[in-house]
């Protein structure tokens, strides 16, 4: 049964950076697409970035410019770097793993396993 597990995360002033991480185990991790979700209190999941196992990817539009996902394979690890953040970025952010995708896949149904998430917090 496939892990991810995430860090990185944590509080943060507005205009700042982070860098998130996921280490994978117990999976061929290069043969997995990967996406970054995230989740604000009251509101629904939604998702960040992902990448295919062949390194296209997707943002949202409210990240494009900021953020960048990447993916490690040698080190079976997903990253995802945070510039300028803002208050409206504050939220538990969840990596995700969907086998057999060489294509970004941006259907959070697709996705086999998932962490348990690290919170991102900026404050204004």
């Known amino acids: 049964q496939g892990q991810l597990v995430e860090s990185g995360g944590g509080l943060v002033q507005a205009g700042g950076s982070l860098r998130l991480s996921c280490a994978a185990s117990?999976?061929?991790?290069?043969?997995?697409?990967m996406g970054w979700y995230r989740q604000a209190p009251g509101k629904e999941r939604e998702l960040v970035a992902a990448?295919?196992?062949?390194?296209?990817?997707y943002y949202a539009d409210s990240v494009k410019g900021r953020f960048t996902i990447s993916r490690q394979n040698a080190k079976n690890t997903l990253y995802l770097q945070m510039n300028s953040l803002k208050p409206e970025n504050t939220a538990v952010y969840y990596c995700?793993?969907?086998?057999?995708?060489?294509?970004?896949?941006?259907?959070?149904?697709?996705?086999?396993?998932w962490g348990q998430g690290t919170q991102v917090t900026v404050s204004s």
């Open positions: 117990a999976l061929t991790f290069g043969s997995y697409a």
């Open positions: 995700a793993a969907a086998l057999g995708r060489n294509r970004v896949v941006t259907d959070a149904n697709l996705y086999t396993y």
């Open positions: 990448v295919s196992s062949g390194g296209s990817t």
